[in-house]
């Protein structure tokens, strides 16, 4: 509910007539709930927006005080945000010591990208069926600043193009059903978590082709070879973590016999 849809009603002169101190007490703190809403909606995008720009970099601690007195609010809808952020696994709460952006290991970045695999490829069929000519014409220009490249250097530009493009899609293809498992714990995020160069598990080089393939099969309405080719592409990235596990568990020094 808007507050300006509340506030006419309590300057009506026939409301202010028959409305007793209880129920206009009552609506100021339905005015109170939806102000504080608000801000805990509010408070929750620019935290959001600061830890996808990596502006708070995976396993920096939240600094609360001075976020709330930057963004001119109380504590409350900043708590109230972090734990919106902890629900979508980008921060983690440490007892007694705060906040912190969520830094994923090796082994949690297999998970991410294996659940990603599953519904995006589901995603992306469904954006082949479904996209409008404006939509496919907004695809198309995903990577053209990248695109005959031999070496990408702008590796913070790329990680934020590679995001959009995964976002755009999932926003076209993506049912309410299917968006609010994408968006719960907030997947396509937690993969960028990670304190890899810009959060990016492959180079540019590597993924460029593979981008601007599965763009190409969308725009062609070719859905099962779009959904296939995404599948691929975040099973490539699968296939690294894995060697990286496995390299560092044979570095991994044994554990300790116990006596």
């Known amino acids: 509910m808007q507050i300006a849809m509340l506030i006419p009603s309590l300057n009506s002169p026939r409301a202010s007539a028959a409305a007793t101190p209880e129920a206009k007490a009552g609506t100021r703190r339905r005015i109170q709930?939806?102000?504080h809403?608000?801000?805990?909606?509010?408070?929750h995008q620019i935290l959001k927006d600061l830890i996808v720009n990596?502006?708070?970099?995976?396993?920096d601690k939240i600094p609360q005080e001075k976020l709330a007195a930057d963004l001119g609010i109380s504590r409350t809808p900043l708590v109230n945000a972090l734990k919106l952020l902890e629900k979508e696994n980008l921060v983690e709460a440490r007892p007694r010591r705060g906040y912190y952006v969520r830094s994923f290991g090796t082994s949690e970045m297999i998970a991410v990208f294996e659940v990603r695999?599953?519904?995006?490829?589901?995603?992306?069929?469904?954006?082949t069926e479904a996209a409008t000519a404006d939509q496919i014409e907004r695809l198309r220009r995903f990577f053209t600043a990248f695109a005959g490249r031999k070496t990408i250097t702008d590796r913070k530009a790329y990680a934020k193009e590679d995001e959009a493009f995964h976002s755009c899609v999932i926003e076209i293809g993506a049912n309410a059903f299917l968006r609010s498992i994408l968006e719960a714990h907030d997947v396509v995020h937690a993969s960028y978590q990670t304190v890899a160069p810009e959060g990016l598990v492959r180079r540019p080089e590597e993924t460029i082709g593979e981008h601007l393939?599965?763009?190409?099969?969308?725009?062609?309405?070719?859905?099962?070879t779009a959904e296939r080719l995404m599948r691929a592409h975040l099973a490539n990235t699968i296939v690294v973590l894995r060697r990286a596990l496995a390299t560092e568990q044979t570095a991994r020094p044994p554990a300790a016999a116990r006596p």
């Open 117 to 127: 695999e599953v519904l995006e490829g589901l995603a992306t069929r469904k954006a």
């Open 33 to 35: 709930r939806v102000e």
């Open 213 to 224: 393939a599965i763009i190409n099969a969308i725009c062609a309405r070719h859905a099962a």
């Open 37 to 43: 809403a608000n801000l805990d909606r509010k408070a």
């Open 54 to 59: 990596r502006q708070l970099a995976p396993g």
